[in-house]
């Protein structure tokens, strides 16, 4: 019996959501403790990761069609999520960018200063 085989066959379940659930732990802390505002996005994508990790794992154990193929529904979440992530670090990124650019700094506390 081939030992890969054995391992890959020996996660389950249960092994993805405690990756998703360690992700969406640092993401949390990452987004609490940061004052960076590029700290914070990185905290926001480690949160959108885990929800990934969580939709393709439950569509790969959870969904199935009656005939037996496997239902892609999970994935095309994670498609749109992954999507939905890079739309939202762009716009964050050029919403930084001209932050430093009239503030010198990324640091969310100065924003405070800012009027308008």
């Known amino acids: 019996m081939n030992l890969l085989a054995l391992s890959a066959s020996a996660i389950g379940l249960s092994h993805y959501l405690i990756v998703g659930a360690m992700l969406l732990a640092c993401g949390l802390l990452c987004i609490l403790l940061k004052r960076n505002a590029i700290g914070i996005l990185l905290g926001v994508e480690l949160v959108l990761n885990a929800a990934n990790i969580n939709l393709v794992a439950f569509n790969r154990y959870v ?54």
């Not at 009656?66 to 994670?78: E, M, S, T, Y």
């Not at 498609?79 to 960018?97: H, K, N, Q, T």
């Not at 430093?100 to 009027?115: F, G, I, P, Q, T």
């Open 63 to 116: 969904a199935m069609r009656p005939d037996g193929k496997p239902v892609l529904d999970g994935q095309i979440f994670a498609l749109f999520v992954i999507v939905i992530a890079a739309a939202e670090a762009a716009v964050a990124l050029a919403i930084f960018l001209n932050f430093y650019n009239s503030m010198s700094s990324v640091n969310v506390e100065d924003a405070s200063k800012l009027k308008g």
